[in-house]
């Protein structure tokens, strides 16, 4: 019973050597998964999830080509334009991310007396995932933490301006949404 397809995708493609010698690998996959633990309100133990990894790819370009890939899948399914919210962010390389980590939970520990615990313990554990916080008042002291896209390294910044460059070009429009932290971390 897989609970998402993404660790499944890159434990495959790591076995079978898909992107051995510089190799692409472009990968996708559609079904059912499972939640193991008791669901939150409104979801379901079972639910249908489809995803699209590509590998060994670190050019923009990439990135533009999969959010593409799902804006007009989306579109062909019928969903208006005008009812797609689509948002975007940064989550640097392991050069700028550590750095920013610890100034957000520099940050944290300052305003440890406005935070819910939940967010206190996550500046020793994982500090991103304050944003996600769906306490109103902590959400109210986060939207004063320092932002990720002031703290990139140069070609983390040329990347991330070169998806939305491609973005743009493509017609497809985003909204930068500071607070959207889920990494690797999050898997």
């Keep these: 019973l897989r609970p998402e397809g993404t660790a499944s995708v890159v434990r495959a493609a790591l076995e079978h050597n898909l992107t051995a010698n510089g190799a692409q690998a472009k990968l996708y996959y559609a079904g059912p998964m499972f939640r193991y633990e008791r669901p939150q309100k409104g979801r379901m133990r079972q ?3 489809i995803g699209v990894e590509v590998l060994g790819a670190a050019d923009p370009s990439a990135d533009a080509e999969v959010i593409a890939l799902l804006w007009r899948f989306f579109e062909a399914l019928g969903i ?3 009812s797609m919210r689509l948002l975007v962010n940064s989550m640097g390389d392991e050069h700028c991310r550590p750095a920013y980590r610890e100034q957000v939970a520099g940050f944290i520990r300052e305003h440890s007396g406005e935070l819910c615990e939940e967010c206190g313990r996550r500046a020793g554990t994982n500090p991103l995932r304050a944003f996600d916080c769906k306490n109103p008042a902590c959400a109210s002291v986060m939207a004063g933490a320092p932002l990720l896209r ?3 390294c140069d070609a983390c910044a040329g990347h991330y301006a070169a998806v939305k460059a491609q973005l ?4 497809i429009p985003y909204v930068e949404e ?3 932290v889920r990494g690797l971390d999050y898997y």
């Design 47 to 49: 639910f249908w999830q």
């Design 80 to 82: 208006p334009s005008a």
């Design 150 to 152: 002031d703290e990139l």
């Design 168 to 171: 743009d070009g493509l017609g």
């Design 178 to 180: 500071p607070k959207l």
